[in-house]
């Protein structure tokens, strides 16, 4: 019926979502556009070059957000970490936390899925299979799932489930070049003994327009440059460089 699946993590007293066991087919790899842009503005003996190059659809799956997010150390994981990021606010009532009150709260949507035991505030074993998770909350019944306990348990190496924070579609739109090129007047490069003197600056891989990708992570960082490669498999840095060039004409 389209309702996520939950199960239950008796340690954490919290949900995650239920793997489903099946390979699915979930996307294309291949980009719906790849190209490049470049133009030179002139005015007088000044001229401007930029150069974007950009990609727009075509999955990929990035590993860094997947455990990262599981770590803590994405923007991501920030989600209901506390109030300021939606996090729940309430009183834990089971006996070896009552009284400890928590900030980092959330509401899985989802029912649990067949067979699921999961140990109720009172203490007691209920079997609670097809039954919602906000229902059982506002029962009484069970807490609200710690955000650690919930990127803990979904993003886990072999646990996770196809959501968009580590598998997006790619789309960028990157500042690949600019370049300013400086014609000085004939008067001084002929006082310098040159017939003519050009001076410029480049600057490349400046930056991205457009990133479609979570956490601002780098969207060239694909891991090898196969052409059936579609994993990101680390937080490559942004590189840029700065080139100062003089040509002269002796």
Not at 75 to 94: A, F, I, K, N, V
Request: proline share 4%; glycine share 10%.
């Amino acid at each position: 019926n389209g309702v996520p699946l939950l199960e239950w993590d008796d340690s954490w007293r919290g949900a995650y979502r239920a793997q489903s066991k099946t390979a699915e087919v979930v996307g294309n790899m291949t980009p719906d556009f790849l190209g490049s842009v470049a133009t030179t503005l002139t005015w007088k003996d000044l001229s401007l070059n930029i150069g974007l190059d950009m990609r727009f659809g075509g999955l990929v799956a990035s590993y860094c957000n997947l455990y990262g997010t599981q770590a803590g150390w994405t923007e991501s994981s920030l989600q209901y970490r506390d109030p300021e990021h939606g996090g729940m606010t309430w009183t834990s009532q089971y006996a070896d936390s009552k009284g400890i009150q928590y900030t980092d709260g959330m509401i899985p949507e989802g029912v649990f899925k067949e067979g699921t035991i999961a140990t109720l505030v009172d203490g007691t074993k209920m079997d609670v299979s097809g039954l919602s998770y906000a229902q059982l909350v506002q029962e009484g019944k069970l807490e609200p799932t710690h955000a650690g306990s919930w990127y803990g348990n979904n993003y886990a190496w072999g646990a996770q489930t196809i959501d968009d924070i580590w598998v997006h579609k790619l789309s960028y739109i990157a500042l690949r070049n600019i370049t300013v090129n400086y014609r000085l007047p004939n008067s001084i490069s002929h006082k310098l003994g040159a017939k003519g003197l050009n001076l410029s600056f480049s600057a490349r891989n400046l930056g991205y327009l457009y990133n479609s990708l979570p956490n601002n992570l780098n969207p060239e960082s694909v891991r090898s440059n196969s052409a059936s490669e579609f994993r990101i498999r680390g937080f490559e840095p942004y590189t840029a460089s700065y080139i100062f060039t003089i040509n002269a004409n002796f």
